[in-house]
Protein backbone atom coordinates (compact mmCIF):
# COMPACT_ATOMS: atom_id res chain seq x y z
CA UNK A 1 0.00 0.00 0.00
CA UNK A 2 1.24 3.71 -0.94
CA UNK A 3 -0.18 6.80 0.01
CA UNK A 4 1.39 9.92 -1.73
CA UNK A 5 0.69 13.43 -1.08
CA UNK A 6 0.89 16.06 -3.21
CA UNK A 7 0.08 19.95 -3.75
CA UNK A 8 2.00 21.15 -0.46
CA UNK A 9 3.50 24.92 -0.90
CA UNK A 10 4.03 28.61 0.63
CA UNK A 11 0.48 30.65 0.08
CA UNK A 12 -0.26 33.84 1.73
CA UNK A 13 -2.69 34.01 4.69
CA UNK A 14 -6.10 33.95 2.55
CA UNK A 15 -5.13 31.90 -0.30
CA UNK A 16 -5.94 28.53 -1.24
CA UNK A 17 -4.41 25.33 -1.74
CA UNK A 18 -5.66 21.70 -3.02
CA UNK A 19 -3.79 18.61 -1.47
CA UNK A 20 -4.07 15.35 -3.26
CA UNK A 21 -3.41 12.09 -1.92
CA UNK A 22 -2.54 9.16 -4.62
CA UNK A 23 -3.63 5.73 -3.61
CA UNK A 24 -2.04 2.52 -4.53
CA UNK A 25 -2.44 -1.05 -3.45
CA UNK A 26 -5.68 -0.27 -1.98
CA UNK A 27 -9.16 1.63 -3.56
CA UNK A 28 -10.21 4.76 -1.23
CA UNK A 29 -13.51 4.26 -2.34
CA UNK A 30 -13.31 1.17 0.06
CA UNK A 31 -11.87 2.78 2.81
CA UNK A 32 -11.85 5.85 5.68
CA UNK A 33 -9.51 8.14 3.91
CA UNK A 34 -8.08 10.83 6.43
CA UNK A 35 -5.69 13.77 6.39
CA UNK A 36 -4.07 14.81 9.22
CA UNK A 37 -1.36 17.52 10.05
CA UNK A 38 1.50 18.09 12.28
CA UNK A 39 3.40 21.73 13.36
CA UNK A 40 6.71 22.05 14.57
CA UNK A 41 5.84 20.80 18.45
CA UNK A 42 2.60 19.60 18.59
CA UNK A 43 0.67 16.33 18.10
CA UNK A 44 -0.61 14.91 14.96
CA UNK A 45 -3.95 16.01 14.79
CA UNK A 46 -6.96 15.05 12.11
CA UNK A 47 -8.40 18.01 9.68
CA UNK A 48 -10.83 15.67 7.45
CA UNK A 49 -12.00 12.41 6.60
CA UNK A 50 -14.03 10.88 4.46
CA UNK A 51 -15.71 6.83 5.01
CA UNK A 52 -16.17 4.88 2.62
CA UNK A 53 -20.06 5.31 2.59
CA UNK A 54 -19.29 9.69 1.80
CA UNK A 55 -19.44 10.67 5.28
CA UNK A 56 -17.57 13.31 6.02
CA UNK A 57 -15.81 14.64 9.30
CA UNK A 58 -14.37 18.11 9.65
CA UNK A 59 -12.03 19.89 12.49
CA UNK A 60 -13.76 22.87 14.09
CA UNK A 61 -11.03 24.80 13.49
CA UNK A 62 -11.42 23.98 9.32
CA UNK A 63 -15.09 23.73 8.98
CA UNK A 64 -16.23 26.32 6.24
CA UNK A 65 -12.24 26.64 4.68
CA UNK A 66 -11.66 23.17 3.93
CA UNK A 67 -13.40 20.38 1.49
CA UNK A 68 -12.51 17.15 1.07
CA UNK A 69 -13.49 14.68 -1.86
CA UNK A 70 -12.96 11.71 -3.65
CA UNK A 71 -12.29 10.70 -6.97
CA UNK A 72 -12.91 6.75 -7.28
CA UNK A 73 -11.74 6.95 -10.80
CA UNK A 74 -8.77 8.52 -9.84
CA UNK A 75 -8.30 6.53 -6.97
CA UNK A 76 -7.43 9.92 -5.00
CA UNK A 77 -8.56 11.99 -1.80
CA UNK A 78 -8.09 15.67 -2.34
CA UNK A 79 -8.73 18.49 0.57
CA UNK A 80 -9.23 21.93 -0.81
CA UNK A 81 -8.39 24.53 1.55
CA UNK A 82 -9.06 27.80 1.39
CA UNK A 83 -9.15 31.08 3.59
CA UNK A 84 -5.92 29.44 4.74
CA UNK A 85 -4.31 30.94 8.06
CA UNK A 86 -0.89 31.34 9.32
CA UNK A 87 -1.81 28.73 12.11
CA UNK A 88 -2.68 26.10 9.28
CA UNK A 89 1.43 25.76 9.00
CA UNK A 90 2.07 22.23 9.36
CA UNK A 91 3.30 19.10 7.22
CA UNK A 92 0.39 17.29 6.15
CA UNK A 93 -0.20 13.87 6.13
CA UNK A 94 -3.02 11.49 3.72
CA UNK A 95 -3.75 8.41 5.50
CA UNK A 96 -6.13 4.95 5.35
CA UNK A 97 -7.82 3.46 7.53
CA UNK A 98 -10.92 0.95 7.61
CA UNK A 99 -14.71 1.47 6.49
CA UNK A 100 -17.94 2.38 7.66
CA UNK A 101 -16.72 5.36 10.19
CA UNK A 102 -15.04 8.64 10.32
CA UNK A 103 -12.17 9.30 12.95
CA UNK A 104 -9.74 11.79 13.96
CA UNK A 105 -7.96 9.52 16.09
CA UNK A 106 -4.27 9.04 14.08
CA UNK A 107 -4.26 4.97 15.58
CA UNK A 108 -7.77 4.25 13.79
CA UNK A 109 -5.90 4.47 10.53
CA UNK A 110 -3.05 1.48 9.33
CA UNK A 111 -1.37 3.64 6.38
CA UNK A 112 0.12 6.72 6.26
CA UNK A 113 1.76 8.77 3.46
CA UNK A 114 5.02 10.58 3.41
CA UNK A 115 3.51 13.92 4.14
CA UNK A 116 3.53 17.66 2.12
CA UNK A 117 4.34 20.79 4.12
CA UNK A 118 1.83 23.76 4.15
CA UNK A 119 3.44 26.82 4.74
CA UNK A 120 1.34 29.91 5.07
CA UNK A 121 2.99 33.27 5.44
CA UNK A 122 3.40 36.93 3.91
Known amino acids: VQLVESGGGLVQPGGSLRLSCAASGISSRDHTMGWFRQAPGKEREGVSCISDTGLTYYDDSVKGRFTISRDDAKNTVDLQMNSLRPEDTAVYYC?????????????????WGQGTQVTVSS
Open 95 to 111: AAGGRGWTSRAPWDYNY
